[in-house]
């Protein structure tokens, strides 16, 4: 996997920044294959869905292509839902974040349309829209879309579906005919490469194939979970499996910065790797797994390529990967040599499309699972605590404690209340104790 870095595709400062602050270690396979030619300024077909960073790939693109002197409107983006619309403008606004005075806005329906207005008199150079609200914009002339050089159509099938055709196709005729117009879709049915044909040329189709992958033998789950609640899911498999090492992936450095502090406080041994790490620091993060000294290491993809990390309990896409095959990549870190392994999966909201796409490139079956409750977590633990009682009690060697008891019998207390409150004792200690972790 000797992928290009973000350095070979030619970026701005301003923009290697942005990408830095936001913990990205090099372009997934979606932007390394369509940012140049969108930088170029000619027509691209992506085939994508969400979770492969396409987003930052048309975002990035686009944000290079921008006149920053030129106040008017030049990027057009049109999306099918409004949270969606919300999410690309968060994107390219982190990603613009060194580009002094550029504007963006989201512009879609349910919100007080007169606040729109304002902000588009004040000067917009990108606006991303659902296309309802775009049309009613255009309507009232409070749009022009003179200047417009660049038009992406998001989740292009997706509008489709939801009846845009008509409202996308007076969209795009709109914009003046040098336009780039760059369309991006999960699947691409008729009417798609119908809409592409129409409006756009010589478009470069930019499709993902696979290389062949050796699939590992591993048992394979996934977890639909709110981004919220990850670490809390992630602790309690940990301890419901008594997990001794285990390797979790995220698609940032920041996130693993993040996850390491949060599992820290949780009580874990744990730490991170990931790209901007000195070699030494990597190498002391290493021995220490491999002496167990770390329970949980935090890795990204690029980190943890090349490494030998031995007897790993169970891998966690703690992220869902942006590409099928480091999918593949990072559940072979688990069940090495014969021994048995398992892969845990989180996805949130429209992640488990992706899902169902790694189970056809993998040709395997990820289950699906539902999160562990704390009651389930506190069953194992009861009974790992009797468990070993019980190992105390054949072992012997009770002299003292033995003593302590005897004395208690004498007051008039039962064996048995003695035994009972003793392990209520501990258990109630250990549920205070988890109480405080989740609180934090
Ligand atoms: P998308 O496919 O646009 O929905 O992006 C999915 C997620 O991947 C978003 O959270 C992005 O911020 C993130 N992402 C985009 N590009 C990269 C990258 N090069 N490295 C890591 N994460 C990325």
Do not use: W
């Amino acid at each position: 996997m000797e992928n290009p870095g973000f350095k070979d595709l030619h970026l701005s400062k301003e923009m290697h920044m942005a990408i830095a602050d936001m913990g990205f270690e090099e372009p997934t396979t979606i932007q390394n294959r369509s940012i140049p030619y969108m930088l170029e300024g000619k027509d691209v077909i992506g085939q994508a869905q969400t979770g492969t960073g396409k987003t930052a790939a048309f975002g990035i693109a686009t944000l290079e292509r921008i006149d920053l002197k030129n106040k008017g409107l030049q990027a057009v983006t049109l999306c099918p839902t409004r949270e969606l619309a919300i999410q690309v403008s968060e994107e390219l606004k982190n990603l613009s974040k060194y580009k002094k005075g550029i504007k963006i806005l989201p512009i879609y329906g349910g919100q007080p349309i007169g606040r729109q207005i304002k902000a588009l008199k004040e000067g917009v150079q990108i606006i991303i829209g659902t296309p309802g609200r775009v049309m009613d914009h255009l309507d009232r002339r409070t749009l022009k879309m003179d200047g417009v050089k660049i038009i992406i159509l998001d989740e292009a099938d997706e509008m489709l579906d939801m009846g845009f055709r008509d409202d996308i196709e007076i969209i795009v005729r709109k914009i003046p005919e040098q336009r780039q117009t760059i369309l991006f879709s999960a699947t691409m049915p008729k009417a798609i490469l119908n809409l592409t044909k129409k409006y756009q040329s010589n478009p470069q189709l930019i499709k993902l194939v696979h290389k062949e992958m050796t699939v590992p033998n591993v048992e394979q789950f996934y977890f639909e979970v709110k981004q919220q609640a990850k670490t809390e899911v992630l602790s309690r498999l940990i301890d419901l499996y008594n997990l001794k090492l285990s390797l979790v992936f995220c698609n940032t450095k920041r996130r693993v910065d993040e996850l390491v502090e949060k599992l820290k406080t949780r009580g874990y041994l744990t730490d991170g790797l990931h790209g901007d790490m000195q070699q030494k620091q990597r190498d002391r993060v290493m021995s220490e797994f491999r002496r167990m000294e770390i329970e949980i290491l935090v890795a990204t993809d690029v980190a943890a390529r090349g490494i030998d990390v031995g007897d790993t309990d169970a891998v966690f896409n703690y992220d869902i990967p942006t590409d099928d095959e480091y999918y593949v990549h990072r559940i072979g870190r688990t069940a090495r040599a014969g021994k048995a392994g398992h892969a845990f999966t989180f996805v949130t909201g429209k992640e488990a499309y992706r899902i169902r796409q790694i189970q056809r490139f993998t040709k395997t079956k990820i289950i699906a699972q539902k999160v562990p409750s704390i009651s389930d977590v506190e069953e194992i633990r009861t009974n790992l605590l009797l468990e070993k009682v019980k190992e105390t009690v054949d072992a012997g060697y009770l002299g003292k404690c033995r003593n302590l008891v005897e004395k208690l019998i004498q007051e008039d207390y039962t064996s048995l209340e003695v035994a009972a409150a003793l392990l209520k004792i501990v258990i109630d200690e250990g549920g205070k104790e988890e109480a405080m972790q989740i609180k934090k």
